[in-house]
């Protein structure tokens, strides 16, 4: 059902836990399924320095918050603004259609965490 890549990213996630004093602080839940992701993270020389994950829910919405912390770390805000949901999908190997929602759940927690950057000096 999954591919070994979003197995990968469950069983042996990265950049799991919360920043330490973060420049973002993010929270959101998808109340359909109750799947919830937090980002936090740090801007360091204009570059988002260190970002971490914590997910409650299911495998995909995991996996998808490993991935897209792998995908935006050392961006600037900017650049990661430019990810797109397709690219965060390939970087999982894909995601069956009835767990299509943790892939929008990633994007959307990321979208929130650059505004939270932006407003930043």
Do not use: H, M, N, Q
């Given at each position: 059902m999954?591919?070994?890549?979003?197995?990968?990213h469950f069983e042996h996630p990265r950049n799991a836990g919360a920043v330490a004093a973060p420049d973002a602080s993010v929270r959101l839940e998808n109340p359909a399924c109750g799947d919830v992701l937090e980002l936090t993270a740090k801007?360091?020389?204009?570059?988002?320095?260190e970002i971490?994950?914590?997910a409650k829910g299911c495998v995909a919405a995991m996996?998808?918050?490993?991935?897209?912390?792998e995908l935006v770390r050392d961006?600037?805000?900017?650049?990661?603004a430019n990810l797109r949901r397709e690219e965060l999908l390939a970087a999982v190997?894909?995601?069956p259609q009835a767990s299509s929602h943790a892939g929008h759940l990633a994007m959307d927690?990321?979208?929130?965490?650059l505004q939270q950057l932006a407003a930043k000096p």
């Open positions: 999954y591919s070994p890549r979003v197995l990968d801007l360091e020389g204009g570059r988002i320095a971490r994950f914590r996996a998808c918050g490993s991935a897209l912390t961006k600037t805000p900017a650049e990661a190997g894909g995601l927690a990321l979208a929130a965490a």
